[in-house]
């Protein structure tokens, strides 16, 4: 069974720092792209940042601030977000990105970034 | 506003078939990159119900169906039940932003 479990989310100042974490399980993590996406209260889905065989990605809206990482040796897909805004206070989830024909089902719960003085 | 173009809501009878769609760009669903479409029910994570245009993961009914052509793609939902009732969302690479991105979603009412 699939299971991703993010963890790192919290309230932090304008201009901080977080570190999310998704531990990944139940499949081959170094075979899937992975991504994660955030969603503000009310708002739509938005896709944040991905990671492939072929390199990293980023939106417009993070790019510079947020860097994303995989480690396979703990099966743990990262998010290091710098420079917070209040812009970015949403629930982070953890998925794996359909690539290439390759898919496979799987969204974490979830993680809550609040971005608040 | 988001490069995928999605209509905010449809609507459609119990039994009926409904059909969501995605209208795209020559840097996205033009350049032949592939379509994905997610579901997520009131409360709910997301679920990805369609992947690579056609194609439905495990446990995803027949009635949903997916379908791209040129810089477009629809979603049909045949059959409509109440438990239908979700936001969907479409999802492609987009080779100018350097990234997927997400239509804005659309809520299906199933009347």
């Known amino acids: 069974e699939v299971q991703l479990v993010e963890s790192g989310g919290g309230l932090v100042q304008p201009g901080g720092s977080l570190r999310l974490s998704c531990a990944a399980s139940g499949f081959t993590f170094s075979n899937y792209a992975m991504s994660w996406v955030r969603q503000a209260p009310g708002k739509g889905l938005e896709w944040v940042s991905g990671i492939t065989a072929a390199g990293t990605y980023y939106a417009g809206s993070v790019k510079g601030r947020f860097t994303i990482s995989r480690d396979f040796s703990k099966d743990t897909l990262y998010l290091q977000m710098s420079s917070l805004r209040a812009g970015d206070t949403a629930m982070y989830y953890c998925?794996?990105?359909?690539?290439?024909?390759?898919?496979?089902?799987?969204w974490g719960q979830g993680t809550l970034v609040t971005v608040s003085s | 506003q988001s490069v995928l173009t999605q209509p905010p809501s449809v609507s459609g009878a119990p039994g009926q078939r409904a059909t969501i769609s995605c209208t795209g760009s020559?840097?996205?669903?033009?350049?032949?990159?592939?379509v994905h479409w997610y579901q997520q029910l009131p409360g709910t994570i997301p679920r990805l119900l369609i992947y690579a245009n056609t194609n439905r993961p495990s446990g995803v009914p027949g009635r949903f169906s997916g379908s791209k052509s040129g810089t477009s793609a629809s979603l049909a939902i045949g059959g409509l039940q109440p438990e239908d009732e979700a936001i969907y969302y479409c999802?492609?690479?987009?080779?100018?932003?350097?990234?997927?991105?997400f239509g804005e979603g659309t809520k299906l009412t199933v009347l």
């Open positions: 999802q492609a690479f987009d080779s100018g932003l350097r990234g997927w991105v």
């Open positions: 998925t794996i990105q359909p690539n290439h024909g390759i898919a496979l089902p799987g």
């Open positions: 020559g840097s996205n669903l033009g350049a032949g990159y592939d």
